[in-house]
């Protein structure tokens, strides 16, 4: 009689276990469901940031080296050899004014601290100015930051308010180019360039392309 009382109770207690079990399964999916679901809210919160703040961010800026005409007057340097050389226009205007005058302009030469310039007509309107350094001539841009260079007197002479700076890069002064016009962006000045063979001539000339040649970009 016991063991049919006992066989009677065991589907009852095998319910109720199966109950727990089911609840305690129903709890737990419910719970990785939450788990999973916030899981995904995050990423989507961490997106939805990510893109407000690319919004925000201004679009690069893109450096077109166009030429433009400028009121402004050039002061001219030639690189070469990673060395800066300035040419000093004022000086040899002075120079040639002390000359002889002549009813007829004609070729002449004059020499400089590390450059030579040579100036001849080509017609009554139209000159040009031909320009040789030295070898090795000028600072390199070590030399240049020092406080009595070449380089800082000139800019104490020659504010950005009314001057800008052109330079005659050979293909070995690149990099040095691009360091010095970082430079002097930084320090308001206009920059112009041009890139030259390192034994090509360096001429300007009043007239022609001369004119319009020489501008800051």
């Known amino acids: 009689m016991r063991e049919k009382k006992r066989a ?3 589907p009852k207690n095998l319910d109720s276990l199966v109950d727990i079990v089911s609840n305690n399964l129903g ?51 030639v690189m070469r050899g990673n060395r800066i050389l300035h040419l000093d226009m004022a000086n040899f205007f002075k120079q040639l004014a002390k000359l002889p005058k002549q009813s007829r302009p004609r070729p002449v030469t004059l020499q400089q601290k590390q450059l030579k310039i040579r100036f001849f007509p080509v017609t009554n ?10 070898r090795n001539a000028g600072e390199t ?15 104490k002479r020659y504010r950005p308010e009314s001057f800008y700076y052109f330079f005659w890069v050979s293909g070995d002064s690149f990099e040095l180019f691009r ?24 001429e300007i000339c009043n007239g022609f ?3 319009t040649g020489f501008q800051p970009q």
């Open 209 to 211: 392309e001369g004119s």
């Open 27 to 77: 709890i737990l999916i419910i719970l990785a469901a939450f788990m999973a679901l916030f899981g995904l809210v995050n990423p989507l919160r961490q997106l939805e940031q990510e893109s407000r703040k690319a919004q925000v961010l201004p679009p690069p800026k893109l450096l077109v080296p166009w030429s433009h005409a400028s009121n402004k007057n050039p002061v001219l340097f």
């Open 141 to 155: 841009w070590h030399m240049a930051r020092r406080g009595a260079s070449t380089w800082q007197r000139v800019a």
């Open 179 to 202: 360091d010095v016009r970082k430079q002097l962006w930084n320090d308001q000045y206009e920059v112009g360039w041009k890139p030259v063979t390192k034994d090509e001539p360096l």
């Open 125 to 134: 309107q139209v000159y040009c100015l031909e320009f040789t350094p030295d």
């Open 8 to 10: 009677r109770g065991l």
